[in-house]
């Protein structure tokens, strides 16, 4: 059942002081004007909303320089740390829950819930893959693994990575309901959109650039698919080549 929200709903939470607002990667937003108006419109927001009793959290990689909203509302500063056990097997517990499409008294249901309790004790026997779950994103990977049919643990964090790739990067459009089109994109294998990604973020670790304009975002997305789509292209003709050789051998 869809969940509605009245008119005014939002702001009856910040006028009273029960609302709890999260901004989260602050780092994101490009350097330079751009930045300096967002920042310019959460210190009004917090003039507005930030005496009232409402809880802020402000979410960033470290910053060259705080943004002055930070020392005016009086900001305080809390590192993000790895997950401590409990609250892993908490994160656990919940996630798998969560996800489940059938109702939790059903069969099925009542079997992935016990799978919850079958992770926890496959973490305290591989110390490996448990460092790996202190991160919550790779530890909700490894609870998406136990919802499948054949779940297991993975024997090493490159075949973890490569899950999550797969995830994000080839399923992730499907499970959202995406529709595929023709674009070169969408006929790309997983090896070749990982090669196009690793290239992107070489570019962007050699800028260095924690983020780039959409332009050069888009024409160095089309300088590398063209240079995938051409390897592609040759090794289909090499091939053909090769099959058209085998057959006059035989003949």
Not at 14 to 37: K, T, Y
Not at 165 to 193: F, N, T, V
Not at 209 to 234: N, P
Request: charged letters at 25%; proline letters at 7%; one cysteine or more.
């Amino acid at each position: 059942m869809p969940l509605t929200m009245r008119r005014g709903f939002i702001e009856e939470l910040l006028d009273s002081g029960r609302a709890m607002v999260m901004i989260d990667g602050l780092d994101e937003v490009p350097a330079g004007p751009l930045r300096d108006q967002v920042n310019k419109g959460i210190s009004s927001f917090l003039n507005t909303y930030g005496g009232r009793g409402n809880l802020f959290i402000v979410t960033s990689r470290p910053l060259v320089k705080d943004p002055p909203f930070i020392a005016d509302h009086k900001f305080r500063e809390a590192n993000i740390q790895p997950l401590p056990e409990d609250a892993r097997d908490a994160l656990i517990r919940r996630w798998l829950p969560s996800r489940l499409r059938p109702d939790v008294a059903a069969p099925g249901g009542r079997r992935i819930l016990a799978r919850a309790d079958e992770l926890i004790q496959g973490l305290k026997g591989q110390p490996p893959i448990a460092r790996l779950a202190t991160t919550p994103l790779l530890c909700a990977m490894l609870c998406a693994r136990f919802t499948d049919d054949n779940c297991t643990l993975p024997k090493s964090e490159h075949e973890l990575i490569g899950d999550l790739c797969d995830a994000l990067i080839l399923k992730r459009d499907a499970q959202s309901h995406i529709e595929g089109g023709d674009s070169p994109w969408d006929s790309l294998s997983l090896a070749q959109r990982l090669i196009l990604a690793s290239r992107i973020a070489s570019h962007m670790i050699k800028g260095p650039h924690s983020v780039i304009s959409r332009s050069d975002a888009k024409a160095k997305v089309i300088q590398e698919l063209e240079g995938i789509l051409r390897t592609r292209s040759k090794t289909k003709i090499t091939a053909k080549r090769s099959s058209i050789g085998c057959s006059s051998a035989a003949a």
